[in-house]
């Protein structure tokens, strides 16, 4: 999936070396390897979703 294009913003943070080591376990895991970026859109999404955001539209 390619990053998102429109009403997006731009976040820094730190994080860190274990969470990051995770991060880019999952993308090894993955055979399409998406990138450390969109792992984190992902599990953020997945989070989200959990905690019942309706998060259907954020995939623009």
Known sequence: MA???RDT???MLKLHRRIID????LR???DQAPSRP?????????HL???GYD???WDD
């Open 49 to 51: 979703k959990d905690k």
């Open 22 to 25: 995770a991060v880019d376990d």
């Open 55 to 57: 998060v259907s539209e």
């Open 28 to 30: 090894r895991k993955d």
């Open 38 to 46: 969109e792992v984190i859109r992902q599990i953020l999404r997945s």
């Open 9 to 11: 913003h731009p976040v």
């Open 3 to 5: 990053p998102p294009k």
